[in-house]
């Protein structure tokens, strides 16, 4: 059974940054896309940065620059690094991984990403 567990949310000040972990367990596919999304409130869920098993990555032009995704396959754990918080960026992060690359492109969108974590709520002051 695949676990996904987000860490490393809180809060910041403007400016700031922080950096975002997720442990994925019981995850067996040598292919995949993984990816961060988040929910700021009162809006749907929007996808931030994907990452496959090749370690190509795609951003989401509302944080290209500021926000890097990264794995480590070697602990099973996806990053992402955020610099640069705007009180815009306070929300629910959440972590996803697919079953087994079911697309060519790791995709933005959420749908064909099956596991997903609880979420961790970064909060920016200004």
């Known amino acids: 059974q695949v676990q996904v567990e987000e860490s490393g949310g809180g809060s910041v000040q403007s400016g700031g940054s922080l950096r975002l972990s997720c442990s994925v367990s019981?995850?067996?596919?040598?292919?995949?896309?993984m990816g961060w999304f988040r929910q700021l409130p009162g809006k749907e869920r929007e996808g931030l940065a994907v990452?496959?098993?090749?370690?190509?990555?795609d951003y989401v032009d509302a944080v290209k620059g500021r926000f890097t995704i990264s794995r480590d396959n070697g602990k099973n754990t996806l990053y992402l690094e955020m610099s640069s918080l705007k009180p815009e960026d306070t929300g629910i992060y959440y972590c996803?991984?697919?079953?087994?690359?079911?697309?060519?492109?790791?995709?933005?969108?959420?749908?064909?990403?099956?596991?997903w974590g609880q979420g961790t709520q970064v909060t920016v002051s200004s």
């Open positions: 019981g995850y067996t596919y040598s292919r995949y896309c």
């Open positions: 990452i496959d098993d090749q370690g190509v990555t």
């Open positions: 996803a991984a697919d079953r087994g690359r079911r697309t060519p492109i790791c995709t933005l969108l959420g749908w064909p990403y099956d596991h």
